[in-house]
């Protein structure tokens, strides 16, 4: 069964708990919450676990030269030209796959426009100016045979009169 205080309250008493920050009414309460709950009893452990082990913790020594070695490795870095901090640095390397996808994009775009170069635009136009005249008098010739016209491509001899 679960915690009755809930996760986040749980926790939050467990940390202050093992602080040793907690008012003396608020750690006496807490106190009799963990004789019987599970969870927080456990969450309790572990955070003595954790307290324990940086109690026992201990900082490497610094070497006597620490000060000496930083600030030559910082006057190096202030002598190196900017085109080698610019490669060291790398700050800009998320931006390269941006540039690649920009300039595939580019090249796509002028291929693109090369295909529609290789035919000019006024040939392109009067082709189909053309198709739709044509189209016009198909429809048309049809239109007349259907109301019973002769349409025969010879020259009718009585109009060649005028």
Known sequence: MGCL??????EELV???????????ATTDFERHLASCVHCRELADQQ??????LGEWR???VSPDFDRKLTERIARSQRAGSWR??????TWRPLLP??????ALMFAFLLKDEDRAGVPQS???????????????LDDMDM???????????????????
């Open 98 to 103: 941006v540039a690649a996808a920009c300039t």
């Open 48 to 53: 003595r676990a954790v307290w324990s082990a």
């Open 123 to 137: 040939e392109n136009h009067s082709r189909v100016q053309i198709e739709q005249q044509v189209e016009h008098a």
């Open 144 to 162: 007349l045979k259907q109301i019973g016209v002769d349409v025969s491509t010879e020259p009718n001899r009585s109009s060649q009169k005028i």
């Open 85 to 90: 901090r610019l490669f060291t640095n790398w």
């Open 5 to 10: 205080l809930g996760r986040s309250v749980a």
């Open 59 to 61: 900082a490497l020594p």
């Open 15 to 25: 940390i202050a708990y093992t602080a040793r920050t907690l008012d003396p009414d």
